[in-house]
């Protein structure tokens, strides 16, 4: 579904990821992890065309969109969760996830908006409220959704447990691990190495825009000792 070739991306002459090379099958989950300042969330932002690319391609099931725009991405199947949500305060719930589904036509908006409050049925509750006002949580329910109206068929989610409880960090899982059976293929950039060894299927590690481990997680788990030696701290 996704292909990175040395896919290489920074900020100006600032280089902040450096010769990424992997695949990304449907139904499956990729960890992006690493200390701060590895470069995962710039391979996010460039994936959804917001961070220069410096080199290399991306291939989305076969088709090269390493030049198109930001804006042009969505349509073919590719969807952010940013880090810190960001979601629209001023507007409501669902005004929110009406805007996350500018691609679709009405039909799909009705369609895409039912399954996402059977996903999070708190956002149907809170339909009408202001964005602002919901909880971290919430928040993060609500970007989760968001992204989801546009049908992907790659989800990329930066931070998902990110000053969240416990409890809802475990929410929002459950739905990754729904989508995930049903298809979608999902790159998460993950602070809890823990929880994103539990659920991914393929890892990789990044440390100062370079990699420096790539493989399944259940090879991470058997090199736990190694994965804690390259984050320079402990995996729990």
Known sequence: MLELRDLS???GDITALRSLSLTLDPGKILALIGPNGAGK???IMCLA???TRH???ILLAGKDISNLPARARPSLGLAIVPEGRRVFAELTVGENLIVGGHTVDRLALQRNQARIFEYFPRLRERRGQHAGSLSGGEQQMLAIGRA??????ILLVDELSLGLMPKMVDECYEV???LSAAGVAIMLVEQSTERALSA???VCVLEAGNVTWQGSATAAHQNKEVIEALLG????
């Open 9 to 11: 991306c920074g900020y």
């Open 41 to 43: 969330t710039s391979t």
């Open 49 to 51: 065309g917001l961070v």
């Open 55 to 57: 080199g290399g391609e």
């Open 148 to 153: 989801l109206m546009s049908d992907p068929k």
């Open 176 to 178: 990754l691990t729904q």
């Open 200 to 202: 991914a299927d393929h």
């Open 233 to 236: 701290t402990n995996t729990g």
